[in-house]
């Protein structure tokens, strides 16, 4: 059985820093590429940031600069280090595997966790 496992999402001030860890189980963990996606209220899920089976790295222009995704193999997690925080970036974040490693959108990923809220405050 797959499971996802976020954590590390909590209320932070504008211009402080988060990391979000997601602990995967039940998957070949380096098969997997690895994805960060977020959803604010009201909104639709969006892409954040991924990582390939090999490392390579993707990230939405919104968050360029700014966080940083990298994953562990020793210890199944892809994390998300989360710099200059802003109110905008409000949302449930959610990790997700693609064991194609091609997937260009939500729909691609084949595993999801169930959410960690991350609030940012002005």
């Known amino acids: 059985q797959v499971e996802l496992v976020e954590s590390g999402g909590e209320l932070v001030q504008a211009g402080g820093s988060l990391r979000l860890s997601c602990a995967a189980s039940?998957?070949?963990?380096?098969?997997?590429?690895m994805g960060w996606f977020r959803q604010a209220p009201g909104k639709e899920r969006e892409f954040v940031a991924r990582i390939s089976r090999n490392s390579k790295t993707y990230y939405a222009d919104s968050v360029k600069g700014r966080f940083t995704i990298s994953r562990d193999s020793a210890k199944n997690t892809v994390y998300l280090q989360m710099n200059s925080l802003k109110p905008e970036d409000t949302a449930v974040y959610y990790c997700?595997?693609?064991?194609?490693?091609?997937?260009?959108?939500?729909?691609?990923?084949?595993?999801w966790g169930q959410g960690t809220q991350v609030t940012v405050s002005s």
């Open positions: 039940g998957l070949t963990f380096s098969s997997y590429a």
């Open positions: 997700a595997a693609d064991l194609g490693g091609i997937a260009t959108t939500a729909s691609g990923y084949e595993y």
